[in-house]
């Protein structure tokens, strides 16, 4: 009964590499977002979708491209992989009309060696 | 223009003692106001929110907040801290009835200690 799910909830790889963060939340909500939080819990949001639709991007590398094949997933694939996105990853949704409603997810720890 | 601005990147108190975690908001805009929660690898959860209603609000866990527009201010407060209570804690402010989530701005977080 999982609200929002994370896989994998730890990724280690190498710089250079490609990689991919799945999302599902089964909420029914309308909005998911991804966060990247820093060593120092400074958390920052990266990008929301809301019915398919990309609604903010902050300034965040064009490496990084959210894909949302439907409502329920969210998922953010990373390329050419550098030792400065080593992070927590979050994802979280909500519910229409409540952004501020978030619901997160466990997080998936990335470590780029 | 919004800011968030926790006061402690870290507050320790004995079990059964009040906590207070403080918060101070800048906002153009009317504002709303939460706290989050964060246990140790688990993601944050959502313990009370204010959005022009009532100033003082109640959230789980025992926990409430003053909504303090001449001091701008939003103080997390308990009466009594328990063991399960350590976590990190964030301040959370946006702007009411405004839909984009670029307007959620989170606190640097307040990590909260309990000694037994």
């Known amino acids: 009964d999982t609200a929002v799910s994370q896989t994998p909830k730890y990724l280690v790889t190498q710089m250079g590499n490609d990689k991919s963060i799945k999302c599902e939340q089964n909420?029914?909500?309308?909005?998911m977002y991804w966060y990247k939080q820093d060593s120092k819990k400074f958390l920052k949001i990266m990008f929301s979708?809301?019915?398919?639709?990309?609604?903010i991007n902050e300034t965040v590398p064009n490496r990084f491209s959210p894909k949302s094949p439907d409502k329920a997933h969210l998922n953010l694939h990373i390329n050419s992989l550098e030792l400065g996105d080593s992070a927590v990853y979050f994802c979280?949704?909500?519910?229409?009309?409540?952004?501020?409603?978030?619901?997160f997810g466990p997080g998936t720890r990335l470590t780029v060696t | 223009a919004q800011s968030v601005t926790q006061l402690d990147s870290h507050v320790s108190v004995s079990e059964g003692t009040p906590v207070l975690l403080r918060c101070n908001y800048s906002?153009?805009?009317?504002?709303?106001l939460f706290w989050y929660v964060q246990h140790p690898n688990k993601g944050l959860q959502l313990l009370l929110k204010?959005?022009?209603?009532?100033?003082l609000v109640k959230g789980i866990n025992g926990f409430e907040a003053e909504f303090k527009k001449s001091e701008t201010s939003f103080h997390l407060t308990k009466p009594s801290a328990h063991m399960s209570d350590a976590a990190e804690y964030f301040c959370?402010?946006?702007?009411?009835?405004?839909?984009?989530?670029?307007?959620?701005?989170f606190g640097s977080g307040t990590r909260l200690s309990i000694r037994p």
């Open positions: 979280a949704s909500s519910p229409p009309g409540r952004i501020y409603e978030q619901y």
């Open positions: 909420l029914g909500h309308d909005t």
């Open positions: 979708y809301n019915n398919k639709e990309l609604i």
């Open positions: 906002s153009s805009y009317s504002p709303s």
């Open positions: 204010y959005t022009s209603a009532a100033t």
């Open positions: 959370v402010v946006s702007r009411t009835g405004y839909s984009s989530a670029s307007k959620i701005i």
